[in-house]
């Protein structure tokens, strides 16, 4: 059992601050931590004071990735039968609120993998991502080998995936897996402010923008300019979008309701 909370929260005015709390197992996802951070965002998720959310771990690392000495009890059928890692995939991608993940350290394996269920990626210049699975025997087993190659393309992620090398801040910036870039004293600072200016929009307008930018990765482009337009259309039946083009003809801020 922990000792201490595996995940801290806290807030900057809208904006909910998980930290991962595992510092001396470099915050690597155990059964304990996955459902404490599952439960820290669905609280965000329902919360009406908050408008978006910012993950984050510590200098050392984001996340190292999944617990080493858990997961070697696990055998085929227990790790079948029990969809591991499944339900920290899931949990997170049922959140409606945006997610911005403040990359610091080590994000390798599962913890590359949690970051990339984030919907934005801030690092910081010492930031090192991998999915070095493949030196364990095994493969990437929460997304990595679906999110990466959407992220960075085919030949890079069979790169990483295939070779168990890593990817810095920089490079990884370059690549498209990281939006920005930043000292690492300043990554979380930057991403809270982030997510201050999404959290200032109106909330149902925010979550259709990333339902529909989601969307965009699982259907064709013909499909998805579908889903896009119902979304738009549907946007003109809101209070905020009367408000915000009555805002824009008056030249003042719009006063959202979120309705």
């Known amino acids: 059992m922990e000792s201490e909370p595996t995940v801290l929260t806290r807030e900057e005015g809208n904006v909910g601050i998980i930290t991962l709390n595992r510092p001396k197992a470099l915050n690597a996802l155990n059964a304990t931590l996955i459902d404490e951070l599952l439960a820290a965002l669905r609280s965000y998720d329902r919360s009406s004071d908050i408008g978006a959310i910012v993950m984050t771990g510590n200098n050392k690392a984001f996340c190292a990735g999944a617990d080493i000495r858990e997961q070697?009890?696990?055998?085929?059928?227990?790790?079948y039968n029990t969809d591991y890692?499944?339900?920290?995939?899931?949990?997170?991608?049922?959140?409606?609120?945006?997610?911005?993940?403040?990359?610091?350290?080590?994000?390798?394996?599962?913890?590359?993998?949690?970051?990339?269920m984030c919907d934005i990626l801030y690092a910081g210049r010492g930031a090192v991502f991998g999915q070095p699975e493949i030196k364990l025997g095994t493969i990437p087993g929460a997304g990595g080998t679906q999110r990466l190659i959407r992220a960075i393309g085919k030949s890079k992620a069979m790169d990483m995936i295939l070779t168990g090398g890593t990817m810095k801040s920089a490079e990884a910036e370059a690549a498209g897996l990281v939006a920005k870039i930043f000292d690492d004293e300043e990554t979380v600072t930057r991403a809270i402010e982030t997510a201050q200016k999404i959290a200032s929009f109106?909330?149902?307008?925010?979550?259709?923008?990333?339902?529909?930018?989601?969307?965009?990765?699982?259907l064709g482009l013909k499909n998805g300019l579908h889903f896009e337009s119902r979304l738009y259309h549907s946007s003109f039946g809101l209070a905020d979008h009367v408000e915000g083009f009555e805002a824009f003809l008056q030249k003042r801020e719009p006063r959202w309701t979120h309705k």
């Open 72 to 79: 070697k009890e696990l055998d085929f059928v227990r790790a």
């Open 85 to 116: 890692l499944k339900n920290l995939n899931d949990g997170i991608v049922a959140i409606h609120k945006p997610v911005i993940g403040a990359i610091n350290g080590y994000a390798l394996g599962g913890g590359c993998e949690l970051a990339m």
């Open 202 to 218: 109106s909330a149902p307008v925010v979550a259709m923008a990333k339902e529909a930018v989601n969307e965009a990765e699982e």
